[in-house]
């Protein structure tokens, strides 16, 4: 029997030490894409040397190949390096909705509202709080990591449940759910960024598809938010504190090397092809809000369900300048092109409100330097988009990317493969290099310049595509080892349970990876086959 146990483990070991041996191998983010851009410059100079043409749907010529190590393609470098790196789509919207959000997570009003939610919650009623506050937590980006599973231990024990199993199912719910919400955030500005930025390699696609905006996956990213809430909830409830019960996990902390975790957070930033990790100071973590925290909070979700009401009556206005031509909101509108305006005024005013309740914020002086520390933050992206940029922007130029797409497609239809089993297909290879590349921004500028296109072809809209990614760019990420915040896990899960490793951690994730595939995977399904509308004007197909 304990043989048995122990070949078990040793091979799950093996599997997970191989799955970090190979992922380690794997360059960081800057340098893997300096590898792939001069990959592209070479195979497109090749490409152009041969005179490889290909014929784009949209266009009555065929389009050469350029290529980057000749005099045209020299001479466009040189000249559009700067282009490449501003014009870069997601640096647009991203960085605006940063500095609003910055202002909301710095102030402490999104902290609040966390802390408010799990410790109202009733006993029976926890498990599937702490999934909803994670899944949504992804609005407050990485600290959602750091901040929502110490909250939801606490809760837990506070209500007489395992606080191991809160700490376990915030940190899945947060990281498994990571790519959608019930608001729109940073992330769903980044990804649009990333695939408009990627539409105009086929005209026909450029000229026919919906351009992507922050809410296009919106109604796709509710439903999969709340759906996705009760199953963790579930989980937590049905699986997680039974097997953690069973195993005999202390419900108090016994390691007294780790007893000041709530006060000494570790925060681990990969930078480099290195991961460093830094001590910062935090206030003592309680799940309880102070009456003046309370009474902020209460200012604050005033303040913005007044913002909501103004927007909308002044949307619902006759000659609203928000309407378009003919009257309407839908396909496009000023109102579609304004949510970046309408997200950055919603948090940035709340946050200072509350703020200004609380006491975090003495006055408006403090506001740019609440902005200043949320572009802090984005620096590391700031850097990376450097090189995505020139990627992207030579990926475009060189017809490359219309290449591969038509090609692509042109191969799927002679093999007869169409239709939603493509996708499946294409959410399975995202779920796999998830596994070695955690950085969504990554993933997706390398899938987006390939698939979308590709896909695009075939007659899916490039929304869709990007509501596929997401499905496969988070479920997996709370069970690979290069997760630099699985260390934080360990380290937090220590304090009840010394003898922990990260197969244990890994082996805990687990029972929430496979269900939330699973179901984020039926959610996709359902949207496909109904044909529902993924967010405001965009659809399944092109031209529905």
């Not at 509202?113 to 899944?135: E, H, K, M, Q």
């Not at 922007?393 to 007869?416: D, K, M, P, R, Y």
């Not at 997706?444 to 596929?468: C, K, R, S, Y």
Request: glycine share 10%; net charge neutral.
């Amino acid at each position: 029997m304990n043989a048995t146990a122990t070949t078990k483990r040793s091979l799950g070991d093996r599997l997970l030490t191989g799955i970090e041996r190979v992922g380690n191998k794997l360059p960081e983010p800057f340098a893997l894409f300096t590898i792939l851009f001069l990959i592209t410059a070479a195979v497109s100079t090749a490409m152009a040397w041969a005179h490889v043409q290909v014929q784009v749907p949209g266009t009555e010529d065929p389009v050469a190949v350029k290529g980057l190590f000749t005099g045209e393609g020299i001479a466009w470098f040189t000249t559009t390096l700067g282009e490449n790196y501003i014009g870069f789509p997601p640096l647009v919207t991203v960085a605006t909705i940063l500095l609003a959000i910055g202002i909301a997570e710095k102030s402490g009003f999104l902290a609040a509202a966390i802390r408010f939610t799990i410790g109202s919650a009733p006993r029976w009623l926890l498990p599937y709080t702490v999934g909803f506050v994670g899944v949504v937590g992804s609005i407050m980006a990485d600290s959602a990591f750091v901040v929502i599973p110490p909250l939801a231990a606490l809760a837990f024990k506070a209500a007489g449940r395992h606080p191991v199993a809160g700490l376990l199912g915030g940190f899945a719910a947060a990281g498994a759910g990571y790519s959608t919400n019930i608001f729109p955030t940073s992330l769903d500005a980044l990804f649009a960024g990333i695939t408009n930025a990627v539409i105009p390699t086929v005209p026909a696609l450029a000229e026919n598809a919906t351009e992507v905006n922050p809410l296009s996956n919106y109604w796709f990213n509710i439903v999969a938010a709340l759906v996705l809430s009760l199953v963790a909830g579930w989980v937590i409830d049905r699986i997680v504190e039974p097997r953690v019960e069973r195993a005999g996990v202390s419900r108090d902390e016994v390691n007294p090397e780790t007893a000041q975790l709530m006060t000494d957070t570790r925060a681990i930033r990969i930078v480099g092809d290195e991961q460093t990790v830094a001590e910062s100071r935090e206030p003592d973590v309680e799940a309880a809000l102070s009456p003046r925290e309370k009474k902020a909070l209460a200012w604050a979700c005033t303040a913005f369900m007044l913002i909501g009401v103004a927007m909308v009556v002044f949307a619902l206005l006759p000659d609203s300048p928000w309407r378009n031509e003919a009257g309407h909101f839908l396909p496009k509108s000023p109102l579609l092109a304004s949510i970046v305006f309408i997200i950055f005024v919603f948090f940035s005013v709340s946050g200072y409100v509350y703020g200004r309740v609380a006491g975090t914020v003495r006055g408006f002086r403090d506001v740019p330097v609440m902005m200043g520390a949320a572009l802090r933050d984005m620096i590391s992206f700031l850097v990376l988009a450097f090189v995505l940029g020139q990627f992207i922007a030579l990926f475009n130029w060189s017809g490359i990317g219309s290449w591969i797409a038509v090609t692509g497609a042109e191969g799927l239809q002679n093999a007869g493969v169409s239709g939603f089993p493509v996708i499946i297909g294409f959410i399975v290879l995202c779920s796999l290099l998830n596994l070695f590349i955690i950085s969504g921004s990554s993933m997706w500028t390398l899938m987006a310049a390939v698939f979308v296109p590709m896909f695009g072809i075939l007659g899916f809209e490039p929304a869709f595509i990007q509501a596929a990614f997401r499905v496969g760019d988070s479920a997996t990420q709370v069970m690979t080892p290069l997760n630099p915040y699985m260390v934080v896990l360990l380290t937090m899960l220590r304090k009840y349970e010394p003898s922990a490793g990260l197969g244990t951690v890994m082996a805990r994730m687990i029972p929430f990876v496979v269900p939330f595939w699973v179901v984020w995977v039926l959610i996709l399904t359902l949207f496909y086959v109904l044909d529902l509308p993924l967010g405001p004007g965009v659809g399944i197909m092109i031209g529905d």
